[in-house]
């Protein structure tokens, strides 16, 4: 039997989607990911989601969404979608444990990766230095020096934590000035270990079975020069998981699904929700308030549906 909602996704955008879906008794299945919890489960420190005012820890945030949402009745997959066809209603799914979904409706709530740099050394280091995960890297390099890639909110935030093990953290960015909140880059800069490269890019990461410098180039002279690093981590950005809607569901040219203000998809019965359209905000916060609006057009789609059928069918 077709299932009512099937919500692809574990980030704070699933996790929502599903709370509001099973407090209206829609029984909906999740397909988590690899990631489970999604990139907030990467972080150590989540100061500004409301009703945690010591903070909490990604972690356990998602912990008690995902309890939450079982609570009332949704069933959570550990599992990874591999192939849709969204051509015929209900939509059809398959999955990477080797099981196939029937669903009336479909949440993409499947967020975004971060970016890599894609220099040499790169994917030749990760996992000897090169990471994307300080909450699960960090303790590897106490008392090293490591560099951090990036100039906004991630950049900072997590350059910060890092300061904890690291003897000193470097924060490479390409420009003169960050993007991150105030508030972070005070933090930063008061911050003895903390130290600032402007104007550079890494070129290629170099490292003998570990990581040990960078070659770094100033963006404005053109200059390369060694800089010793025994660590790397990068946040610069994301890409959207929509590789797997692809040719199904309309999306711009980097990947973002493409909906309306109701969060609908070129697709009837389809919404997205989070960082798989939200190009903007990037807050677990945001990613949440779509995962409600997702689900509770879904629920009125379903509703319509059952008087009216599948349009155009
Ligand atoms: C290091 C770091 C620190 C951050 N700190 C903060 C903070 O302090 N405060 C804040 O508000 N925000 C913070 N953010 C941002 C916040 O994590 C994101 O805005 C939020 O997680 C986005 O939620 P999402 O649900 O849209 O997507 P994501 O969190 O990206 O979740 C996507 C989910 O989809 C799943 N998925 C992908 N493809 C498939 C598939 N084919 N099948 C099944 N599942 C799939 C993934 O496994 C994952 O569970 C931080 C992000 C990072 C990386």
């Given at each position: 039997?077709?299932?009512?909602?099937?919500?692809?996704?574990?980030?704070?955008?699933?996790?929502?989607?599903?709370?509001?879906?099973?407090?209206?008794?829609?029984?909906?299945?999740?397909?988590?990911?690899?990631?489970?919890?999604?990139?907030?489960?990467?972080?150590?420190?989540?100061?500004?989601?409301?009703?945690?005012?010591?903070?909490?820890?990604?972690?356990?945030?998602?912990?008690?969404?995902?309890?939450?949402?079982?609570?009332?009745?949704?069933?959570?997959e550990?599992?990874?979608?591999?192939?849709?066809?969204?051509?015929?209603?209900?939509?059809?799914?398959?999955?990477?444990?080797?099981?196939?979904?029937?669903?009336?409706?479909?949440?993409?709530?499947?967020?975004a990766?971060?970016?890599?740099?894609?220099?040499?050394?790169?994917?030749?280091?990760?996992?000897?230095?090169?990471?994307?995960?300080?909450?699960?890297?960090?303790?590897?390099?106490?008392?090293?020096?490591?560099?951090?890639?990036?100039?906004?909110?991630?950049?900072?935030?997590?350059?910060?934590?890092?300061?904890?093990?690291?003897?000193?953290?470097?924060?490479?960015?390409?420009?003169?000035?960050?993007?991150?909140?105030?508030?972070?880059?005070?933090?930063?800069?008061?911050?003895?270990?903390?130290?600032?490269?402007?104007?550079?890019?890494?070129?290629?990461?170099?490292?003998?079975?570990?990581?040990?410098?960078?070659?770094?180039?100033?963006?404005?002279?053109?200059?390369?020069?060694?800089?010793p690093?025994?660590?790397v981590?990068?946040?610069?950005?994301?890409?959207?998981?929509?590789?797997?809607?692809?040719?199904?569901?309309?999306?711009?040219?980097?990947?973002?699904?493409?909906?309306?203000?109701?969060?609908?998809?070129?697709?009837?019965?389809?919404?997205?929700a989070?960082?798989?359209?939200?190009?903007?905000?990037?807050q677990?916060?945001?990613?949440?308030?779509?995962?409600?609006?997702?689900?509770?057009?879904?629920?009125?789609?379903?509703?319509?549906?059952?008087?009216?059928?599948?349009?155009?069918?």
């Amino acid at each position: 039997m077709a299932e009512n909602v099937v919500i692809i996704g574990s980030g704070p955008a699933g996790l929502t989607a599903a709370i509001y879906a099973a407090r209206a008794n829609l029984s909906p299945l999740l397909i988590t990911g690899q990631e489970i919890g999604g990139q907030i489960a990467l972080t150590n420190e989540v100061e500004n989601y409301p009703g945690f005012p010591e903070g909490i820890t990604g972690p356990e945030l998602v912990d008690l969404m995902q309890k939450q949402a079982m609570k009332f009745g949704a069933r959570i997959e550990i599992d990874f979608v591999s192939e849709v066809n969204l051509k015929t209603h209900p939509f059809q799914l398959k999955t990477q444990n080797g099981l196939e979904y029937e669903a009336k409706t479909l949440i993409a709530a499947t967020g975004a990766s971060p970016r890599r740099l894609n220099v040499p050394g790169e994917k030749e280091l990760m996992g000897r230095g090169v990471s994307y995960c300080a909450t699960c890297d960090g303790f590897f390099f106490r008392g090293k020096e490591i560099a951090v890639v990036g100039g906004g909110d991630s950049a900072l935030q997590e350059g910060l934590f890092l300061t904890r093990f690291a003897a000193k953290v470097h924060v490479i960015h390409r420009r003169d000035q960050f993007r991150a909140q105030p508030i972070l880059q005070d933090r930063a800069r008061e911050n003895q270990k903390m130290n600032f490269v402007w104007n550079s890019v890494i070129k290629e990461i170099k490292g003998n079975g570990a990581v040990q410098s960078l070659a770094l180039e100033n963006t404005r002279t053109g200059d390369v020069t060694q800089f010793p690093a025994q660590g790397v981590f990068v946040y610069i950005g994301h890409t959207p998981n929509t590789e797997l809607f692809k040719g199904q569901l309309d999306m711009d040219e980097e990947g973002y699904l493409n909906v309306d203000e109701r969060l609908h998809t070129n697709i009837p019965g389809i919404f997205a929700a989070g960082e798989t359209h939200d190009r903007v905000f990037r807050q677990a916060v945001v990613s949440a308030g779509y995962g409600c609006m997702a689900q509770m057009e879904a629920e009125k789609f379903l509703a319509d549906m059952e008087h009216r059928g599948y349009p155009g069918k």
